[in-house]
């Protein structure tokens, strides 16, 4: 995002046209992508997915999706779906499993949209331990399967509204992060916590490219309450199976109502702090960039446009540009704990 100037941003992330044009590619092209053949020609079912659709009728294509290792089946046998309302629902239309699946943004694989999957092929996701450190009562290195053991599965419709003017409407499975924070006992100290996504140079090219501008590893933190509110979610699956690796197998963030850049990405560090960690972006060029990055159409960025956002996907016949709102519209759930706060200088 950050060293690109306007006059660098690739027509494919500007116009319908090339975004149209990519999806064609692939889809012609799907045996680059790891997916398989079987994922590719159930695709369009999937993308007739309504929001409305049961768990099951959204997921044919995905589920094809063979478990990272045997106990992840049991996991996803039981799914909470999602309810009828929001903020757990939105009645607006989903981005397709092709979409949501090809254009993303996951640096340790590359820059452009369609790295993260053309790229991710040899990413390995089991074994897979997170750490837990600093202000909690029980710290120490755990399982993900531990981890999960605890936590019921739902499913949560929620928009992605990324600070590069795109969103998409995307149906996780996941668990509440507060559900994962309680297992260890943050102390009274435990102000913010701090989360790391995995460096695996051998699996990750972006990671070894000269040219990344990030240095690794991805950082991102949140507020304690922040961490703690009902609709911050941690994703291990999308479209009702598992998560692909472009997206953040084989466990991720998920905060709704701020720029998709502070859902960090397949975790393996989680720290519990008493002062603000840094994080990537920020780092990188904190005027373009907030600590919070709450979706805010009144606040200006130098390079994208905040106030409208392009919905995913985009065809050369609709290109549905939509008005971006305050807090991506989870305001209600959410606004109460910035009251005191200038939402201009803490962006
Ligand atoms: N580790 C890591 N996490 C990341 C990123 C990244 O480059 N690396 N990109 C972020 C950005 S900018 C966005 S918009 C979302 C995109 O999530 P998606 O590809 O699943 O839609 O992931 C976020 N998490
Ligand atoms: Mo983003």
Same mark, same amino acid.
């Given at each position: 995002?950050?060293?690109?100037?306007?006059?660098?941003?690739?027509?494919?992330?500007?116009?319908?046209?090339?975004?149209?044009?990519?999806?064609?590619?692939?889809?012609?092209?799907?045996?680059?992508?790891?997916?398989?053949?079987?994922?590719?020609?159930?695709?369009?079912?999937?993308?007739?997915?309504?929001?409305?659709?049961?768990?099951?009728? @959204?997921?044919?294509?995905?589920?094809?999706?063979?478990?990272?290792?045997?106990?992840?089946?049991?996991?996803?046998?039981?799914?909470?779906?999602?309810?009828?309302?929001?903020?757990? %629902?939105?009645?607006?239309?989903?981005?397709?499993?092709?979409?949501?699946?090809?254009?993303?943004?996951?640096?340790?694989?590359?820059?452009?949209?369609?790295?993260?999957?053309? @790229?991710?092929?040899?990413?390995?996701?089991?074994?897979?331990?997170?750490?837990?450190?600093?202000?909690?009562?029980?710290?120490?290195?755990?399982?993900?399967?531990?981890?999960?053991?605890?936590?019921?599965?739902?499913? @949560?419709?929620?928009?992605?509204?990324?600070?590069?003017?795109?969103?998409?409407?995307?149906?996780?499975?996941?668990?509440?992060?507060?559900?994962?924070? !309680?297992?260890?006992?943050?102390?009274?100290?435990?102000?913010?916590?701090?989360?790391?996504?995995?460096?695996?140079?051998?699996?990750?090219?972006?990671?070894?490219?000269?040219?990344?501008?990030?240095?690794?590893?991805?950082?991102?933190?949140?507020?304690?309450?922040?961490?703690?509110?009902?609709?911050?979610?941690?994703?291990?699956?999308?479209?009702?199976?598992?998560?692909?690796?472009?997206?953040?197998?084989?466990? @991720?963030?998920?905060?709704?109502?701020?720029?998709?850049?502070?859902?960090?990405?397949?975790?393996?560090?989680?720290?519990?702090?008493?002062?603000?960690?840094?994080?990537?972006?920020?780092?990188?060029?904190?005027?373009?960039?907030? %600590?919070?990055?709450?979706?805010?159409?009144?606040?200006?960025?130098?390079?994208?446009?905040?106030?409208?956002?392009? !919905?995913?996907?985009?065809?050369?016949?609709?290109?549905?540009?939509?008005?971006?709102?305050?807090?991506?519209?989870?305001?209600?759930?959410?606004?109460?704990?910035?009251?005191?706060?200038?939402?201009?200088?803490?962006?």
């Amino acid at each position: 995002m950050l060293i690109k100037k306007p006059s660098d941003i690739k027509p494919s992330e500007i116009t319908p046209e090339s975004v149209y044009k990519n999806r064609r590619e692939f889809m012609l092209d799907g045996s680059k992508l790891l997916l398989g053949a079987a994922a590719t020609s159930a695709l369009p079912s999937v993308a007739n997915a309504q929001n409305g659709d049961s768990l099951k009728a @959204r997921a044919p294509a995905a589920m094809r999706r063979s478990p990272p290792a045997a106990w992840w089946a049991n996991k996803f046998q039981d799914i909470k779906p999602a309810p009828d309302s929001e903020p757990f %629902f939105t009645g607006e239309s989903l981005t397709p499993y092709e979409d949501v699946t090809i254009y993303n943004n996951f640096y340790e694989f590359g820059m452009d949209k369609s790295d993260p999957a053309t @790229r991710s092929g040899e990413f390995k996701t089991d074994p897979w331990s997170v750490e837990i450190t600093g202000e909690v009562s029980k710290p120490g290195t755990y399982h993900l399967e531990d981890i999960l053991k605890p936590v019921d599965l739902e499913e @949560r419709i929620y928009r992605l509204r990324c600070v590069e003017a795109w969103s998409m409407v995307i149906p996780w499975i996941g668990f509440p992060l507060a559900d994962l924070i !309680r297992q260890f006992e943050p102390t009274s100290k435990a102000k913010f916590v701090e989360f790391e996504t995995i460096i695996d140079a051998d699996t990750m090219p972006g990671i070894r490219s000269r040219t990344a501008i990030v240095s690794w590893p991805y950082r991102e933190g949140l507020r304690m309450d922040e961490a703690m509110n009902p609709l911050t979610f941690m994703a291990v699956g999308l479209y009702g199976s598992y998560l692909p690796s472009q997206n953040g197998a084989p466990m @991720r963030l998920v905060v709704p109502w701020k720029y998709g850049f502070k859902s960090i990405k397949s975790i393996v560090k989680i720290n519990f702090r008493e002062t603000q960690p840094n994080t990537t972006w920020n780092d990188l060029q904190a005027n373009e960039y907030g %600590f919070y990055a709450n979706v805010n159409p009144a606040v200006h960025h130098p390079r994208w446009r905040q106030d409208m956002e392009r !919905r995913l996907p985009q065809t050369l016949f609709s290109r549905r540009v939509i008005e971006t709102r305050l807090f991506n519209g989870y305001g209600e759930h959410v606004a109460h704990m910035y009251d005191d706060m200038d939402l201009a200088q803490y962006y």
